[in-house]
Structures are given as C-alpha cells and as structure tokens.
C-alpha cells in the first residue's frame, strides 16, 4: 500500500512540472495552450525511444527529450506568436492533436496506438522529488528576474510593454520555450516511470488539466499551481477506492465548479504563499474573531 | 529656437486609414529640453501623431527623427530602448502589479545580465537588482509614491494611476517623454500639482517633453511651444501668448458667427 501511495506522489510530482510549465505561459505570460499534452507525448517518446531502442543512459534520453520538446515549440510559437488574436491557441490545438495522431499512427517506431512497451525504468520518488525543488527553485528565481517581469508585463498589458522597451514576441516565445520544455521533461519521468506509454495518455483532456489546473492554482502564482497540482492531480486516484470510484469525474468536475464560484481567482489568486502571508493571515482572522463581526 | 538641437523631428508626415486622413504634412521640430504642446480639437490627430512617434502605427510619408535618428519604420520596443517614452490617453497600467512592480518592470536600461544569470540568480544578478531596487525606492520617493508603494496599481485613485504611469515612463530612464492627455478629467487642483510635477521632471530631470492635452491652464502654463493641429494638419506653430491671440486657432476652437 505505501509503494502504492509512493506511486502516486511521485505521479504528482511528474505532472507537477507539466503544469510548472504551464504556469509561466498561462499564468504569467497570458498566454493559453489546448496542446501542451503534446509536448509531453514528444518529451516521452524521445526519452523511451531514445534509451530503448540505442540503449543510452536515461538521463540523457530526459535531456534530449527536453531539447526536442523545447525545439517543436519555438519552431510552432516562432511565426504564430506574433500574431495578434486566437491564433497561437489555435496552433497550440493543431499541435497537440497532430502529435497523438502522428504517435497513433507510426506504430513501427512509436508502438502505435497499443502503446510502447519495455522502457527502462528510472523516476524513482527521490530523482522526482530533487528534479521538482530544483525547477521550482529556478522559475522562482525566473519570476523574480528582468526576464520574468518582462513576461507578467506583456501579460498586463502588451502596448504598455512595449512601450517601456520590451520585446513583447520575444518573451511571449520566452515563456513558450520554457513552458515546452518542462512539459518535455515531464513526458519523459512519465515514461521512465510508467515503463509503458499510449498515445491516450497525451490526449486534448491532459492539456485542459494541466491548463485548468493553473486556472484554479490562480494566474499569477507559483505557488498556487503548485498546491493546485498537489490537490489535482492525486485526486483522481484518491477517488479511485470503493464506491466513489464512478463518481470521480464527478467530484473532480465539482470541485473545479466550486472554486470558480468561490474563488474566481484562482486558490492562490496572483500572491505567492509565504510564511509571512500566513501570519498575517492568522493575525487578521485572530483581530476579526476578537473585534467580532463589526462590520 | 533655430540654435537649439531638435531632439525629435517630424519632416512632411503624413498618416492615412484607408480614406481617412488622420494627419497630413506634419512638420515639427522640438528642441532639447522644451516642454512642447500640441493641441486641436478632438480628432485633430494628436494620438495619431505619438502612435507614430513611438512606432505603433507606421507613417504613410515622411520621416520621423529622434536624436538625427530615423526611427520610423523600427518597432515600438526599439523606439522606447532608443529613450522615447510615453503615457496613453487612456491609462494603461500593469493593474494587477504593486505600484512598485509596475516601476521595477520598467527600470531595464541598466540591467545587463543574461537569461541564465536570472534563472540561477548568481551574484550578477543579484547586485544589479538590488541597485535597480534602490534605485527604484528613490525614484518613487522623488514623485512622492512611495506611500502607496506596496497598493496594487488598479485601486489607486485616478490622479495617482497618471502620476505612476509617468513615473513609469520615466524609469525608463528616457530622454524623451510623450505625455497624451496627462490632465483629462482632472479637477483644477488635481491639475495644478500635475503641473508642477512635468515641470519638475523638465528642471530636476531634464527630459525633453510632448504634452497633449485640453485643459488650457495646463499647457499655457507649461509650454515653452505649441504646435495646433486641426483636422489633421498643422494650424498654426508658436509661443502660448502668439497661440491665444491667433485667430485662425480662435476660429478651430470656438467657431465664428457667420
């Protein structure tokens, strides 16, 4: 049972870097993606194919399998970035769709849609655990550089951006390259992990989760994706046992009803979590209980 | 003014949509160091002619020149890194930044450190932020925001969210300023510490100055030129007390009996 459980965190831990990804573009950046599921599937196959098939070690098939998400998304955001409008979320959708079909399809490299069997296992909970402190730690510092702050400005507002000397295409690409990549690295624990992929796991519902899960953690906040993702994601699997396990779909649907009404947004809103918020949190809550409801 | 180094120059510009022609054969010069006006009537093509100058809408004709310069033509992020900046007639802020943010974002021109020095934050990075953060208190201190440093953008009262886009404006350490419509629904006390602050950042900081704008108090108390523009092309040019009394600029403000 604890090897079970074990599973699942380190499952959390895998798919908390997609979504890690995803909050640089989505929620700091303003930038929506319906594909980044894809980027997974190309992070995956890379890393499996590469260390199956010519036997290298897996560390390099994580790297390569970075290289060559983060690649395909410059290639994809390079001319659609600079266009105004939808059509970047329209690339992104093409993008994820193609990817799952062009898997499907090549069942001679890539399995096909029986999935790819006899990875090399690797992504023990402890090389996972390392790898998400050292990506957090690095988009913190991200978030709090020049580069970082140039992207929640193009977010706020792009003319405004520009008009202080910021090159608005050359960061959205920026936040697309790093969100690409993390996805890729993602994919790639994933198949280490799994041992086995299909190319259903990589579907248009993965990307709306990792996108939804951003959503709910609050635009804005690291913090809030990374506790969105430790509610999120296990939760399917929290729901798995007895009875419930048909209503799942249900739950996880209500919950995300429910922090929608309640909390538009987002869990985390655009603050970051510190421990310093907290008391200040408890400190009001403590002044608001002793002063009753006076207002 | 002859003797005086033109910081920006507009040579014949011209600006049509379609049929519409928004401005026809603008030609201005500002010297160095001038607070310079530029008013008309609504639909004169004022915006029109700072959408240009910062290169949001490319010119039809002509030539626009910053420091002897072309710099029609080049993007609006080359325009502002060349030392153009600018405010919008319709306030626009990073609204869900502090105060503070909103300057930080804009203090670039001396951080020179590279992607990967601020993903690993090394000592690079961490020395240039802290003097940009340093410069940045002084530099809300001297506008005197520093009280509202920590509010978000979007719930500081309207006088203050055109006093943080200035200020902005000037974090970007630029030579020139484009001011569009600075004083638009101020009451008159409102209007008058607004004044006094673009002419302190003439004086203390001396930046060269653009200034749209309606109110007449304002821009007569300000300008040390003024250009009228008038269904899109140029009125009349001179100082505020050649403006009040030129009867052309009389006639396009007020109207004449017939």
């Known amino acids: ?295 | 003014m002859q003797d005086k180094e033109a910081i920006l120059e507009l040579r014949n510009v011209s600006k049509y949509f379609g049929g519409i022609t928004a401005s026809e054969d603008i030609c201005i010069s500002v010297p160095k160091g001038y607070i310079y006006g530029i008013i008309g009537p609504n639909g004169a093509g004022k915006t029109t002619l700072f959408n240009m100058i910062t290169g949001v809408y490319d010119t039809t004709e002509g030539e626009i020149f910053f420091n002897g310069k072309k710099i029609n033509g080049l993007p609006t992020a080359a325009i502002a890194k060349l030392g153009v900046a600018r405010t919008f007639q319709n306030i626009r802020l990073f609204g869900s930044l502090s105060v503070y943010d909103n300057i930080f974002t804009a203090c670039q021109k001396n951080i020179t450190y590279s992607l990967l020095d601020g993903l690993f934050r090394t000592p690079k990075c961490r020395r240039q932020e802290r003097a940009m953060s340093d410069y940045c208190e002084e530099l809300l201190e001297a506008v005197g925001l520093i009280e509202f440093r920590d509010q978000q953008a979007d719930n500081l009262p309207y006088g203050l969210q055109r006093r943080l886009e200035i200020a902005r404006a000037m974090a970007t350490s630029p030579q020139l300023i484009l001011l569009d419509e600075p004083a638009a629904g101020m009451n008159d006390e409102e209007s008058m510490a607004l004044t006094a602050f673009v002419q302190s950042i003439r004086d203390e900081h001396g930046i060269t100055i653009v200034i749209i704008d309606h109110h007449m108090d304002v821009i007569m108390a300000l300008c040390d030129h003024i250009t009228v523009l008038n269904f899109g092309q140029l009125l009349a040019k001179g100082s505020p007390d050649e403006i009040q009394t030129n009867p052309d600029v009389i006639t396009a403000y007020l109207g004449v009996d017939d």
């Open chain 1, 1 to 295: 049972m604890l090897e079970y459980w074990l599973g699942v965190a380190t499952l959390t831990g895998i798919y908390m870097i997609a979504v890690l990804g995803m909050s640089v573009l989505t929620g700091f950046t303003g930038l929506f993606s319906v594909g980044h599921a894809g980027f997974m599937a190309i992070g995956a196959y890379t890393s499996a194919l590469l260390t199956k098939t010519y036997g290298i070690p897996n560390i390099f098939g994580v790297i390569s399998a970075m290289a060559a998400a983060l690649i395909v998304g410059l290639l994809i955001g390079y001319p659609t970035l600079k266009l105004k409008g939808d059509y970047f979320v329209i690339a992104t959708l093409g993008i994820g769709q193609a990817t799952k079909l062009i898997i499907e399809n090549l069942p001679g490299i890539t399995g096909g849609a029986r999935g790819l069997t006899g990875i090399p296992p690797g992504s023990s909970f402890l090389t996972v655990l390392i790898i998400v402190v050292v990506v957090i730690w690095i988009l913190r510092n991200f978030l709090r550089s020049k580069q970082g702050r140039n992207c929640v400005a193009v977010r706020e507002d792009e003319l405004a951006a520009a008009s202080i000397g910021t090159k608005v295409a050359s960061y959205k690409l920026l936040a697309m390259g790093i969100s690409c990549a993390l996805c890729g690295l993602s994919g790639a624990l994933l198949a280490h992990f799994m041992q086995y992929l299909s190319p259903s796991m990589f579907s248009i519902v993965k990307s709306d989760e990792l996108v939804m899960t951003v959503i709910l953690g609050g635009t804005g906040s690291l913090t809030g994706s990374i506790v969105a993702s430790l509610i999120l994601i296990p939760l399917p699997e929290v729901l798995r046992f007895g009875a419930v396990q048909e209503w799942r779909m249900v739950f996880y649907g209500l919950l995300v009803v429910l922090v929608i009404i309640f909390r538009p947004s987002g869990l985390m809103g655009n603050r970051e979590f510190s421990i310093a918020g907290l008391r200040r949190f408890f400190e009001n809550m403590r002044l608001r209980m002793k002063h009753g409801r006076a207002k």
